[in-house]
């Protein structure tokens, strides 16, 4: 089988080479993931210890009862908790862990996250109690312990902290388990029944180009995969074909896009998109023009403002604007991100910017 299939690979490479040298190739791998995978998040609520004066107020309840709890057992009872009324050297967090798509194994480290939730007001110096964390659905099992020096990121942020490796799994968490069938999902932004259906012609080129019967489109964002029955003793061969099948970019017909990220202050736009001619004004856009005047000379200009700009490009007024011409339009829009995505936003709706708009 493995022999046949080499051969059959062979001679479809060879169909396609002078389009593939082309024509980057990604992966199915880097299109995809299997229905099940996916990050999943283990919570708790835990103790910073050791801070120095900058802990939760012990006067409030909610934190004095988590304190005496851990006192009481270490065998340390306690009163009132209202003993802790002058503790400010502990605080309560939330704990959280982010498992990854592949899943983690018993003994395996990851980082885990910290937020106050009270009065404290930094971290620093903190140390993280022991704490138990569990999936955040009701009557999940917790499968995670946490402890470990807290270390800030951001300065900026002194109620939230980061222990790194500090969670250690104390028992499995697998990704789904491969049955004969399965099903592919497409990451959203490839999504497309042209994606889908290169993606099946990919899969079936690489692991079954004799009956090109593993893999069919389901719809958008689903390929079905049947693993052929002389494959099914070696699975894991078998997935290895599947996800390094490669599919042409150019063939998944993806639309054109501007993505924006108004936090970051970015705008992304993929090298399709087109804009027709239009002209814009905006409150904050004022644009200077030196033209020389009708009499006299370049040393004496005359000065002419404007709150109006046409967005030109070096196509002619009925022909659509390219990339280059786009980049070289909004340079001339010297005013804030989130003023440019409101134009983008008008633009789209009237039909003069020929691409999807993405908001971050």
Same mark, same amino acid.
């Given at each position: 089988? %493995?022999?046949?299939? &080499? ?5 479809? *490479?060879?169909?396609?080479? *002078? $389009?593939?040298?082309?024509?980057? *190739?990604?992966? @199915? ?36 009862? =988590? ?47 910290? &937020?106050?939730?009270? &009065? ?29 020096? @807290?270390?800030?990121?951001? $300065?900026?942020?002194? $109620? ?20 004969? !069938? ?11 029944? #042209? ?25 958008? %964002? ?27 970019? #150019? ?17 992304? @736009? !993929?090298?399709?998109?087109?804009? %027709? ?27 002419? %403002?404007? $709150? ?27 005013? =804030? ?24």
């Amino acid at each position: 089988m %493995r022999i046949s299939k &080499s051969i059959a690979a062979l001679a479809a *490479a060879c169909c396609v080479w *002078a $389009t593939a040298v082309q024509s980057p *190739a990604t992966t @199915v791998r880097e299109l995809t993931r299997i229905k099940g995978e996916g990050q999943f998040m283990l919570s708790g609520l835990g103790l910073v210890a050791g801070l120095r004066g900058t802990g939760d107020d012990g006067k409030e309840l909610a934190v004095a009862r =988590p304190m005496a709890a851990l006192y009481r057992e270490f065998g340390n009872e306690l009163a009132s908790p209202k003993e802790f009324a002058k503790a400010k050297s502990v605080a309560l967090v939330w704990v959280t862990c982010t498992i990854p798509d592949k899943g983690a194994r018993a003994d395996d480290r990851l980082d885990v996250v910290v &937020s106050t939730i009270y &009065s404290a007001s930094t971290l620093v110096g903190g140390h993280l109690v022991a704490t138990a964390l569990k999936g955040s659905l009701p009557g999940q099992k917790a499968i995670m312990l946490a402890e470990g020096a @807290v270390e800030l990121e951001d $300065t900026a942020l002194p $109620t939230n902290g980061r222990v790194r490796e500090g969670g250690r799994m104390f028992e499995d968490f697998l990704g789904p388990k491969i049955e004969d !069938t399965f099903d592919l999902i497409i990451d959203a932004p490839f999504a497309g029944w #042209s994606a889908a259906s290169q993606i099946a012609i990919a899969v079936n080129g690489k692991a079954d180009p004799i009956n090109n019967a593993a893999a069919v489109a389901i719809d958008e %964002r689903i390929v079905r995969i049947t693993i052929p029955a002389a494959e099914r003793t070696d699975r894991a061969a078998f997935l290895a074909d599947v996800f390094q099948a490669d599919v042409n970019p #150019s063939l998944l017909d993806l639309p054109a896009q501007v993505v924006v990220n108004q936090r970051l202050g970015a705008i992304i @736009v !993929t090298g399709d998109v087109q804009i %027709r001619p239009v002209a814009i004004t905006q409150k904050d856009l004022s644009i200077t023009t030196i033209t020389p005047p009708p009499v006299g000379s370049p040393l004496n200009p005359v000065v002419a %403002r404007s $709150t109006w700009t046409d967005l030109k490009t070096s196509a002619n007024p009925a022909e659509t604007a390219k990339l280059a011409d786009v980049i070289a339009a909004f340079r001339q829009l010297n005013i =804030p991100v989130s003023e440019q995505v409101n134009i983008l936003q008008m633009l789209r709706k009237s039909g003069q910017l020929h691409a999807r708009i993405v908001i971050d």
